[in-house]
């Protein structure tokens, strides 16, 4: 089963549920956790896994060869990105903008344009206990996560539990994130951003067609989690667990303590999530 | 004309709390949310839309059945697994897949393939008691939204020509991506909202990294610092090795959510001492743009 933690808006808890669902299994299912969030990962700090393994990740971009190239521009006119100008006897390539279509070296008529990798960041594995853990590491300046996040998803080991800790939004890296998750919990607190960002989030659930079930953290916040429930209602979206405002929860996140490690009553409450998240799907 | 832009690295730090308390101490400044993917300031600033405008970028292969031959020769070029060929030999597009690069487009031979620019945002100029505010909504799901950030920044500066405003202040997104080099770019001063824990602290190091990547001077503002006071103490510290200023630390306080659910920026919500930390800080971000 693969299960994806995400929320619209950035700090509601999507890696504390994600984390505290995955300890919570231990030591009972197998699971692997991966930590999508590649501009941001934190997940680390509290699983605290030992890194066995970690590898560079290329992208694609082109390289032009002089010799073969007669600046014909063909190039330039097929790339959708902008990504390369033909000008006075030389090609220029802005990689940043390259999204490693090929469609450069696929339509040059002079076969002068060969690929060679760029490197966006890397990718970290390794094991805290039994919990196999995958996150990825998006080198600084680098614009573009999908090609890191989808790379990283290639570790996904289909024979355990799988736990995604997907960035904050609801854009391209999100949608890369939740890509073939069975389930998506999304993790919302009840302030009108909260709200705002989870109708956000559950509309890409939607399009995606994977059912959703919300958590609801902090959930003695602000005006309280009426008008969240309602929301839930009107959309069918059943709420799984919520969890108040504690400020010794938030002091024990600060000291990069688990809540299950700062209130180990919790553990019942992630493991019947889990259950009803497995009931939902069956 | 100075820009300020607002960011974190890591998200719920308080960068939309902040941004809004700004636009209430400096009353004439153009305002932006550059947040387009979960954009929140509208619900602290009140807008009133003068104007909406379509944003449309990147484009969306669509196939043809009626001149697609199922011959599969756009199956193993589309680097994007957005096309997949049924039972019947009949190819689709996967729209959330596609990244419009248009290669399946370019090796069709019988031109079934359409290469369409659909509708994926809409941005707005509007009024609100604070000065003009320009902001904008990425469809769900849809790309490009560093070109939305760059359209939405590019209307905010016009307005502040135009209307002879010295400031633009710009609420930012998490993460260091897309979007997010989008809204640094060019800009005189990028406020690091961070808070006391590992994440905020890494986070913020990643983000710092990236503005001076671009070259962008930072400052750095600790939000719910009393959380963890020793984590605080290090944060300052690491800001002092990197000769950045912190303007404020900003005591957690029950009274922001109360003041977010009520819409009103904090410090016209409280009269309490941290009010006045972020009037303080206010005072010393103008003082190191100008």
Redesign the interface.
Known sequence: MIISVAS?????GK?TIAVNLTLALQPDHPVQFLDCDV??P?AH?FLKPRIEESREVFTPIPEIDDSLCTYCGRCAE?C??NALAVVKGAVLVFSELC?????CR??CPEKAIREVGKRIGVIESGRAGDIRFVHGR?D??????PPLIRALKKNMDPSRTVVIDA?????????ESL?HSEFCLLVT?P???GR??LE?AA??AK??KIPCGVVIN?AS???GDGEVRDFCAREGIPVLMTIPFD?KI??A????QTILEAFPAYRTGFLELFENIRKLLS | MKQIVVI??????GK?VMSACFASLARSAVLADVDV??S?LH?LLHPEILERHVFKSG?KARIDVEKCTGCGLCLP?C??NALAEDDMGRVSVDP??C?????CF??CPVQAVEMEIPISGEWYVSRTKYGPFVHAR?G????N??KLVTEVRKKAREIAESEGRGLVIMDG?????????ASLTGTDLALVVT?????GR??ME?IV??AR??KIRVACCIN?FD??LE?SEQIQRWCGEQSIPVTGKIP?D?AV??S??R?IPYVEYTSNSSADDIRRMWSSLLELIT
Not at chain 1, 8 to 12: H, I, L, M
Request: proline share 7%; hydrophobic share 30%; aromatic share 6%.
């Open positions: 619209g808006k950035g700090g509601t890696t501009e941001e934190n700090f097929v959708a990105y999204h490693g279509c090929g469609a696929l339509l998006l600084i300046g680098q614009a573009m996560s960035p904050p939004g609801t854009s391209c890296p999100v949608i890509r607190e302030t009108p951003f705002h960002d956000l509309g890409a399009e995606m902090r916040l602000g005006d400020r938030a002091e996140y600060s000291r990069g | 974190s690295g890591k998200g719920g730090t939309t993917d979960a929140n619900l484009q070029v680097r994007f959330l897949s990244e419009g690069c248009g290669v370019h090796v990425l769900i799901a849809e790309e939204s560093g997104a998490p993460g260091i991506g897309c979007p997010v080099i808070e006391p824990t590992p994440s890494h986070d990643r990294d990236l990547h671009f719910k959380l963890n984590n957690f029950a959510p109360e977010v659910v819409g």
